[in-house]
Nanobody, 114 residues
Framework: QVQLVESGGGLVQAGGSLRLSCKAS????????MGWYRQAPGDRRELVAS???????VYAESAEGRFTISRDNAKNTVYLQMNSLKPEDTAVYYC????????WGQGTQVTVTS
């Protein structure tokens, strides 16, 4: 089992920044990928950014150039630095861990006001 604890969401004005953190604990696999997804009301959950175990990032087009994913393997933590936030970034952001099994965090709300 793997537990994921997210933090860092909140309320911010458009153009502002937030940094999300997700710490994994439990039975961690060294080859696991970790990433961030988001889900706005009425929408499907979508990829924001992910990072493989060898630190190769993948970004959604909407995140490219504004968001940066990073990973501290020693701390089993993945971060998402979000800059130049827009109202359309408003969503619940979920951390995802993927190895033999996929685990999800509980989600953290990000609200961007115009």
């Amino acid at each position: 089992q793997v537990q994921l604890v997210e933090s860092g969401g909140g309320l911010v004005q458009a153009g502002g920044s937030l940094r999300l953190s997700c710490k994994a604990s439990g039975r961690i696999d060294s080859f696991a990928s970790m990433g961030w997804y988001r889900q706005a009301p009425g929408d499907r959950r979508e990829l924001v950014a992910s990072m493989s175990s060898n630190d190769i990032p993948v970004y959604a087009e909407s995140a490219e150039g504004r968001f940066t994913i990073s990973r501290d393997n020693a701390k089993n933590t993945v971060y998402l630095q979000m800059n130049s936030l827009k109202p359309e970034d408003t969503a619940v952001y979920y951390c995802r861990y993927s190895a033999y099994t996929v685990y999800w965090g509980q989600g953290t709300q990000v609200t961007v006001t115009s």
